[in-house]
């Protein structure tokens, strides 16, 4: 999108983010990679390759302070051999479980879908689930049964062979879904507009397409 400014308008931050591919997992095996070489590496050594790839001497310092603090913190540091998984109250005392992945959305997004499902067949709870390029963080109720919790680290991990299968059973009520169906029912002219010289609203398409 190319913008200009409006004669006599302040300028306005833009506040919606369209849906993105995400990063692709070529990638994110790249970015484990160099993650997990910083983490394992000393820092003059980190520092001179970070220096050869392009960063200068402030970056790179930042970097690898970055990896090793949190290497610090939790012992680990996700990268293409090794996903990091933690658990913590929010402020309003329900559970939070985060997976850390590099491995980008194209990998989160129906590996979020698949673990919303083990987590209701072996709790009963109904997760709220979001992925993105850095991970899938998991809202759960409060509980303090350890055996519940013990369930969705159990839910995080999953069977290879079981993943297409879970993932084709919740693949059609998700988000996901039927944003990829409203535009493409919009597209094949399935959705006409009342008024063929107006927008239809979001939400009206959405309602129409569901």
Not at 128 to 156: K, S, T
Not at 174 to 196: D, K
């Amino acid at each position: 999108v190319l913008v200009s400014p409006a004669p006599g308008q302040p300028g306005k931050l833009p506040f919606w983010h369209g849906d993105s591919l995400g990063r692709p997992v070529e990638v994110g095996r790249a970015l484990g990679k160099l993650t997990r070489s910083i983490a394992t590496s000393a820092p003059d050594d980190s520092a001179r390759e970070l220096r050869a790839s392009g960063l200068d001497e402030w970056a790179a310092h930042n970097l690898i302070r970055y990896v090793k603090e949190q290497q610090e913190v939790a012992g680990h540091v996700p990268s293409d051999k090794t996903l990091v998984i933690e658990k913590f109250r929010d402020e309003l005392g329900d559970w939070r479980v985060v997976v850390h992945s590099p491995f980008g959305a194209r990998v989160h997004a129906p590996w979020a879908l698949a673990i919303g499902n083990r987590i209701r067949e072996l709790t009963g709870l109904d997760a709220q689930i979001m992925h993105a390029d850095d991970g899938i963080v998991l809202r759960l109720p409060d509980v303090e049964d350890d055996v519940v919790l013990a369930g969705v680290a159990e839910a995080v991990v999953l069977d290879p062979d079981e993943v297409e299968a879970l993932v084709t059973a919740e693949a059609g009520g998700s988000a996901l879904f039927a944003a990829r169906f409203r535009e493409s029912a919009a597209r094949a002219l399935l959705l006409p507009r009342r008024n063929p010289g107006k927008r239809s609203p979001l939400w009206q398409q959405r309602q129409r397409s569901a």
